[in-house]
């Protein structure tokens, strides 16, 4: 599958609103959580552990609402440093996320933390890459894609209606006004997922003809 397909997933991943003296107002989160299997209609798909390493561009990743990119991002990660609004910090389970608010002078934010706070809002969504993946149980109704490495992660938002089986794939360079009988990005899976059933039925058919030869 080509490297430059964004992926969205869009799910009910732990995220809760706090306040101390040091951030001020803030949300902490965990939008990409480690070796949770979930289904996406007919496959599913996991994210192994380690998946976000030193390697994966966390270069500038802004926090937005609902993946609205024309709006002012409530918070931003540049290169993760100390001094950026949005912390990105990895961990066991997954990718971990602190957002600073600026609650006093963004209505957005205000709004936002409020609605986190009360519980309205309970899911967050990611945009990234995937450089290395592979799949499992390829010949049953029901494969599995494992994610084992993510090669750039463009944005983080917090959503309204986190659902697993309500996931937007996008393919870069698509546009998604546009209607169509199957996602781009789903079609290009189940390429590959044909493409890797044909390459081990080739393999088991040369396997046994070196194995005939032999006898």
């Known amino acids: 599958m080509p490297k430059n397909n964004r992926e969205i997933r869009q799910l009910r991943f732990e995220i809760r609103a706090a306040e101390n003296e040091q951030h001020g107002t803030h949300l902490i989160g965990l939008p990409i959580v480690y070796g ?3 289904q996406y209609g ?6 192994d ?6 390697e994966t561009d966390l ?7 609902g ?15 100390e001094n950026s609004t949005m912390q990105l910090k990895r961990v066991e389970n997954g990718l971990e996320i602190r957002v600073d608010l600026d609650t006093e002078n963004n209505l957005d934010a205000k709004k936002l933390y409020s609605a986190v706070k009360r519980g309205d809002i309970t899911g967050m969504s990611f945009m990234f890459t995937v450089d ?3 799949w499992e149980d390829e010949d049953s109704d029901n494969p599995l894609r494992r994610i084992m490495h993510i090669a750039k992660v463009f944005e983080v938002s917090a959503v309204a209606f986190p659902a697993y089986d309500q996931t ?3 393919a870069a360079g698509k546009d998604p006004t546009l209607e169509s009988d199957e996602d781009p990005l789903e079609s290009a899976l189940k390429t590959e997922l044909q493409e890797v059933r044909k390459a081990r039925k080739n ?9 005939t030869l032999k006898k």
């Open 36 to 38: 949770q299997v979930i």
């Open 42 to 47: 007919w496959r599913r798909e996991v994210i």
């Open 49 to 54: 552990a380690g998946a976000v390493d030193g």
């Open 59 to 65: 270069t500038d990743v802004p926090f937005l609402i």
């Open 67 to 81: 993946h609205n990119t024309s709006m002012v991002p409530l918070a931003r990660s540049r290169n993760n440093n």
């Open 132 to 134: 290395k993946s592979m």
């Open 168 to 170: 937007k794939l996008q």
């Open 203 to 211: 393999s088991e058919r040369r396997n046994a003809a070196i194995a």
